[in-house]
């Protein structure tokens, strides 16, 4: 159907996909009708991709090269362009991380003792996550908001869990609670600021990985992207099946190793329970962490004594 409507009319096709229908009591946009339900066949076809380009390029050509010439000709409409605004978000979240960077390789002080421009250095990301995460939620919020007299089958709260449905607004809730506890933590003064350092490290490791998205969207990097996404889902499922069975493992080479007598698996402080050591032990097994200089030790076992974790 859409191949026809294509070879009849490329523009009327345009406004078909952009116009809001009601179709068996489902009001919705057919071009957003197919993102929202993944009808992938759809959003992939030619007539769709073109005229993604041209909200994209803003009715210019598309192409990156023809698009930065036309800047001289048009600079009005590369201005408004989305590709503009989406170019200059990510310059400069780029520039704003490589600001905290540089704020994280200086000593750290209160907010009362620390100069204006490490201040600025400080507070840029701040400022800039706490907006990126409005932005999120009202997307989110807007899923509620619709006319009483429409009627369709998409729910609010089936819009709404499907905005939440986007591992990058669940980055941009964490970076906007690590930000909160990075302002918290600054304001107490201490020797080391080893609390402050790690939230604001974990903040620049999670906003390095927000980043990232520019990478996520592009039509080449992109796949590369996602086939690493999906095999660290993977690996993630692994992960639980590899602790069940080196708690296994661990508790039978425990119980070989050790004299007969009773074991305190569970006793004093968590931190200190012996199945964290069960557990370590085998996980440096599997890893083939051994630790050459223990092996060397008179009167051990030479595969009981490992470097510490």
């Not at 200059?88 to 780029?94: A, I, Q, R, T």
């Not at 039509?219 to 992960?239: A, D, I």
């Not at 004299?259 to 329970?273: A, L, P």
């Amino acid at each position: 159907m859409m191949d026809t409507l294509s070879q009849k009319d490329r523009e009327d096709t345009f406004i078909i996909l952009d116009s809001l229908v009601t179709v068996w009591k489902i009001q919705a946009k057919p071009i957003f009708f197919a993102y929202e339900f993944l009808l992938y066949d759809v959003i992939a076809h030619p007539t769709s991709v073109a005229w993604m380009d041209q909200k994209w390029y803003n009715g210019l050509i598309p192409n990156w090269k023809r698009f930065i010439w036309n800047v001289k000709d048009h600079p009005f409409v590369v201005l408004q362009s989305l590709c503009f605004r989406f170019l200059l978000h990510y310059v400069l979240f780029g520039v704003v991380l490589l600001m905290y960077s540089y704020f994280l390789l200086t000593p750290l002080e209160t907010y009362k003792e620390a100069s204006m421009f490490h201040l600025f250095l400080e507070i840029a990301l701040y400022i800039w996550t706490t907006l990126d995460f409005l932005e999120d939620l009202m997307n989110s919020l807007g899923a509620w908001i619709c006319n009483k007299e429409e009627e369709t089958r998409r729910k609010s709260g089936f819009k709404f869990l499907f905005q939440l449905n986007d591992m990058w607004k669940a980055l941009g809730l964490l970076c906007f609670l690590l930000a909160v506890c990075s302002c918290l933590s600054r304001m107490k003064k201490t020797e080391t600021f080893n609390l402050t350092k790690r939230f604001c490290g974990l903040l620049l490791i999670f906003s390095y990985l927000r980043c990232s998205r520019v990478f996520a969207i592009h039509r080449f990097t992109g796949r590369s992207f996602m086939f690493l996404r999906y095999m660290s889902e993977h690996l993630v499922q692994f992960l639980f099946v590899m602790i069940f069975m080196i708690i296994g493992v661990g508790i039978f080479y425990v119980a070989l190793l050790q004299k007969n007598e009773s074991m305190t698996t569970f006793s004093g402080k968590w931190s200190k329970w012996k199945i964290w050591y069960i557990i370590i032990i085998r996980t440096f097994n599997c890893m083939e962490k051994f630790s050459m200089i223990s092996l060397a030790l008179p009167r051990r076992r030479p595969w009981t004594k490992y470097e510490k974790f």
